[in-house]
């Protein structure tokens, strides 16, 4: 198969994740291939037929070298906590390594049930796999850090929603799916060594040069944090609402993920909200920054333990750091408009 697999999640303990193989689809056919992310990726499909391409995206055939999982998570949903979510209609084949050297996952989205579905079939509409492949792409073309759309593939089947509604099999890239409500699940259950497991998986995936400075822990909230504030200052230069900004929607890769009810807003208006169950504006446009830094505090809180080793006080240093959000976006979003803008310098 085209993919060469070099796992390294599926390596951390089984209370990380949850074996999940891909449910197969009827009469699944293919809408769209991303060959320009297939080119980045390393990954040649020229010699594959478009039935084992087909077969490869909807879940159909899992590739060689494979070990598919669903990933285990908790999550602050509209600012409630819910300590176990999960992925209950994403399953993650393995990853792969770039030309570059760069580790990417590659995710199923719609392939079938997982251990966290609760009542949920694991399906996806047709629908909203096209719109996080129009919207992931949009994004990356306007530089703005996101996880990348590889396919599209119609089911084949309907998936029972308000109604019956054509289904689909969407395929992501993403530099990881780690997210603060993957941190908040081992808070909630006090699982120190699993947090600490955690954070040194990201630390050598995303943010090795916090492994140079004296408290890497410390490191890799100061990382998290102005990745977040780059991110945000990004999303607001193009009007972009995300709708859903909950813990287990924020990557700590500093990607925009979980295209849910999003939107580019089409007139400036600081309360528009994109999602009809937000009904108090908790994900307005305008307050975007403030939630990622809620987000952050959430964040920081699960590291509680590994922040000050040495005893001081770990309440003084996350209010620190998470004090140095706003002004870390603040200058993004200013340098932003001043591009945008045309203006070469700041002035009051």
């Not at 409500?181 to 699982?191: C, I, L, V």
């Not at 909950?246 to 700590?252: F, L």
């Not at 600081?270 to 504006?281: H, T």
């Amino acid at each position: 198969m085209p993919f060469t697999f070099s796992n390294t999640y599926s390596n951390l303990p089984e209370v990380f994740y949850a074996s999940s193989a891909p449910t197969p689809v009827r009469n699944p056919s293919l809408i769209r291939l991303n060959h320009g992310l297939l080119e980045e990726l390393g990954v040649d499909l020229s010699d594959y037929d478009e039935s084992t391409l087909v077969s490869l995206f909807s879940g159909n055939k899992v590739p060689d070298g494979a070990n598919p999982i669903s990933l285990a998570y908790a999550g602050h949903q509209f600012g409630h906590f819910v300590p176990q979510l999960g992925d209950g209609r994403a399953i993650l084949l393995g990853e792969v390594l770039d030309p570059s050297g760069t580790r990417r996952d590659i995710q199923l989205k719609g392939a079938g049930q997982t251990p966290f579905s609760r009542r949920g079939d694991g399906r996806s509409a047709l629908g909203p796999v096209i719109r996080e492949y129009i919207m992931s792409e949009a994004m990356h073309a306007l530089g703005i850090p996101t996880t990348r759309a590889l396919a599209a593939v119609s089911s084949g089947e309907l998936v029972n929603r308000e109604s019956p509604l054509p289904g689909g099999v969407f395929t992501r890239v993403a530099s990881s799916h780690v997210r603060v409500g993957t941190f908040e699940y081992f808070s909630a259950r006090q699982d120190l060594a699993s947090i600490t497991t955690l954070a040194d998986y990201v630390i050598d995936r995303h943010y090795p040069e916090a492994r140079q400075v004296e408290n890497p822990y410390l490191a890799l909230l100061q990382s998290v944090r102005d990745a977040q504030a780059e991110l945000i200052a990004k999303w607001m230069h193009v009007g972009f609402i995300h709708g859903v900004m909950n813990t287990d929607n924020m990557s700590v890769a500093g990607e925009t993920i979980d295209y849910g009810p999003c939107a580019f807003m089409d007139t400036f208006d600081p309360a528009c909200v994109y999602s009809y169950i937000d009904r108090k504006g908790r994900y307005a446009f305008a307050n975007q920054p403030a939630i990622a830094q809620w987000n952050l505090t959430s964040f920081a809180h699960t590291l509680f333990s590994l922040l000050t080793p040495n005893g001081e006080d770990s309440g003084e240093v996350i209010e620190e750091v998470i004090q140095g959000f706003h002004p870390k976006f603040r200058d993004a979003w200013i340098a932003g408009m001043l591009s945008k803008l045309g203006l070469k310098e700041e002035q009051d």
